[in-house]
């Protein structure tokens, strides 16, 4: 066998592989051994590069999945860093309070300046007070009673106009509380006229799809021309 992989290596003396390609012409077992030699390393070869081609081939896949990794974090780490960016600015430009045309800034107001009503005389004198009082002790039901008993005797007591569409405004009843504040809103005889804000509160409360633009228009309104509650609205 050493003879045969000389003569493959071709590593025999000139002398040496004539007389071994006669022995080849003339020894039928050495020439079978040559060729089982041949096939033998042409197999091994095959084998080899079979396996190094596999090999190869998961060290590819490797090296993509390891790209594909790559270029996923970078995007994920890019996307994150601008979602941070931007969530920050919009964070940073947002005013913490609830702004004018919200439900929630209706809300706050009303819960704020709605609570209890000072106690003024105005037309209809002791009634009006008795009708307060009512309305701070937290008997809605008689207060607005009360109220639309001095409207039907004194349509034009814009006072009672007022009081009328608070409670109805506190009680949830927001179709009342709207008219009462529209027919407040249209009086031009008044020194001060809130009807256009508390509409504006009562449409933004009761939070159907048109109100908010109703809304806007309102307050709008009020802040161009300074009415009452001008100051209350931010844009």
Aim: net charge neutral.
């Amino acid at each position: 066998m050493d003879q045969i992989e000389n003569y493959i290596n071709n590593t025999l003396s000139a002398a040496e592989r004539a007389d071994f390609e006669q022995a080849l012409k003339t020894d039928p077992a050495l020439a079978e051994a040559v060729a089982f030699y041949v096939q033998a390393q042409q197999a091994a070869q095959a084998e080899a590069r079979a396996r190094r081609k596999a090999e190869l081939d998961q060290l590819g896949t490797q090296m993509s999945r390891a790209r594909q990794r790559t270029t996923f974090y970078t995007y994920a780490t890019a996307a994150s860093v601008i979602l941070c960016l931007g969530l920050g600015y919009w964070l940073l430009t947002q005013d913490p309070r609830p702004k004018a045309q919200d439900k929630a800034w209706a809300t706050t107001y009303i819960e704020k300046n709605f609570s209890t009503l000072t106690t003024k005389m105005g037309s209809g004198g002791d009634s009006i007070q008795i009708g307060i009082s009512a309305y701070n002790t937290g008997n809605l039901e008689k207060s607005q009673a009360i109220f639309n008993d001095l409207l039907q005797r004194d349509s034009l007591n814009a006072e009672v106009q007022k009081y009328s569409g608070i409670v109805s405004l506190r009680r949830g009843d927001y179709d009342q509380a709207i008219k009462h504040f529209h027919r407040l809103g249209t009086r031009t005889d008044l020194m001060s006229n809130p009807g256009k804000f508390y509409e504006a509160l009562a449409l933004l409360q009761q939070n159907l799809p048109l109100n908010k633009s109703k809304a806007e228009n309102l307050l709008k309104e009020v802040k161009a021309a300074k009415l009452e509650g001008w100051k209350e609205v931010e844009y």
